[in-house]
């Protein structure tokens, strides 16, 4: 199950609450991944260097709410105010590989970032899937340019070997602030026909579905109904559309689409696949707007898909296991396997994790595979990790193997309890009633206070 959003947050501050955003409440099964697509992130000089150095607000935002339910952020790309984020479950990461993110600049003749794509793509249980957030130049006069940039950004490469390009994927989502107007008709039928909610009378002048009848290259991706109000242009904290002087015909901006490459070859040879050859399928469950959030001139767009998938991958490269209880009173072990054919380096490590860690990065400690082995045979090794590296305090941790080679975490743990260092509990305990022992006896007379 996959959540994919995308946003003009219009240079804004995070909200107090995404629950509703990220569909945190919803009765279903709960996602297994969640894309987040942004466009006009702060991108001032001053928060862009700072964001450049540390995490944007806004990736901390997500990974805050997201990392205490076991999601991790498994990639993220920024170009100026283009943001794309990518969460996924732990359970996931051992069969997600070539991880790969990319931009392209189409602003100022490609020289600038305001406008053009980012991207990431991967591997997932052996299916190529790519995500594509875009920033398309505004203005209704401006679709022809809308269109030259799109099938620019669709002819970027991702760097490394035997990597599909972007249309070679197996998926391809598109989605973003696609600019893309309502033509012909005036401001007022256009309200007019928000008002009565008769969306449908509007979607034929939609320039993006008038786009896809003549253009060819993009005639292959799928839309579901627009069933919501035109997402742009809004008052700031309101669901009242543009009142100011310029006021903006109301227009479906933002926008998610995707494309499946075997439908595609399906289409053009005429026939229908087998139900064995088609080995993914993708179902759209849910496409809404979210009009509670004012932070922008911008709604927020959201999809629900479920991906079927019959897995081209079924073990991970490395199977890892603490063994014996673990706790800071003593050295531990970790014994892990990998399959004969895992590409391992001597930059190897695996990590220790808490359960809600936030990205691969966010290690409690970590041992080399190879400088801190102890024992090794032909089915299986052994890695220790000093107990001065053990958290004191205990609590649910796991394991990650993280391979060099690969930029990736390739095996996790089920998650395991690290016990309390009694050494120290004891040393606290006394601690405290030598402090308790040591209070004055006069303590009565401050009851009046």
């Not at 409690?364 to 045979?377: G, K, P, R």
Request: include cysteine; proline fraction near 5%; aromatic fraction near 12%.
């Amino acid at each position: 199950r996959l959540h994919l959003v995308t946003w003009n947050v219009g240079t804004a501050s995070p909200p107090p609450d995404v629950t509703s955003l990220l569909q945190l409440n919803s009765l279903g099964p709960t996602m297994d991944m969640y894309v987040i697509g942004l466009q006009e992130v702060n991108s001032r000089i001053t928060n862009f260097l700072s964001d450049l150095a540390f995490d944007d607000p806004w990736s901390i935002f997500f990974m805050a709410v997201l990392s205490p339910l076991g999601y991790i952020k498994l990639s993220s790309v920024r170009m100026q105010g283009l943001l794309l984020l990518v969460f996924v479950k732990h359970v996931h990461l051992p069969f997600i590989r070539d991880i790969h993110t990319h931009y392209t600049r189409t602003g100022l003749y490609g020289y600038w970032g305001n406008k053009g794509g980012v991207t990431v793509r991967m591997s997932l249980y052996g299916h190529t899937i790519c995500f594509m957030n875009c920033h398309l130049p505004a203005h209704m006069e401006n679709t022809e340019q809308r269109l030259d940039d799109f099938e620019k950004i669709l002819e970027m490469q991702f760097e490394g070997e035997n990597i599909p390009s972007t249309l070679d994927h197996d998926v391809l989502f598109w989605f973003g602030d696609l600019n893309f107007r309502i033509a012909d008709y005036g401001i007022h039928f256009v309200r007019e026909s928000i008002n009565n909610k008769r969306y449908n009378l509007l979607w034929e002048k939609d320039q993006l579905n008038m786009a896809k009848k003549k253009e060819a290259f993009l005639q292959d991706f799928i839309e579901g109904p627009l069933q919501f109000k035109p997402t742009y242009k809004f008052d700031l904290y309101s669901d009242v559309y543009d009142t100011s002087e310029k006021k903006r015909k109301p227009a479906w901006t933002d926008r998610i689409l995707w494309r499946v490459k075997n439908l595609c070859q399906n289409a053009s040879k005429g026939g229908e696949f087998s139900e064995e050859e088609q080995t993914i399928s993708v179902t759209l469950n849910n496409y809404i707007s979210h009009m509670s959030y004012g932070i922008s001139d911008h709604k927020p767009v959201t999809g629900t898909f479920g991906l079927e998938l019959k897995p081209l991958l079924l073990d991970p490269l490395v199977t890892l296991n603490p063994e014996g209880e673990w706790s800071a009173e003593h050295d531990v072990l970790i014994s892990y396997s990998a399959v004969p054919e895992f590409p391992s380096s001597a930059w190897d490590w695996i990590g220790l994790f808490k359960v809600s860690f936030r990205h691969v990065n966010d290690y409690v400690t970590y041992a080399w595979v190879e400088d801190d082995e102890i024992s090794s045979t032909k089915d299986s090794k052994q890695v220790y990790m000093s107990a001065a590296e053990i958290p004191d305090i205990g609590g649910e941790f796991l394991l990650g193997y993280y391979s060099n080679n690969l930029q990736s975490i390739v095996g996790i743990s089920q998650p395991f309890q690290i016990q309390p260092n009694r050494t120290l509990i004891d040393k606290d305990l006394t601690q405290e009633e030598n402090s308790w022992m040591q209070k004055p006896d006069n303590l009565e007379s401050h009851d009046e206070f």
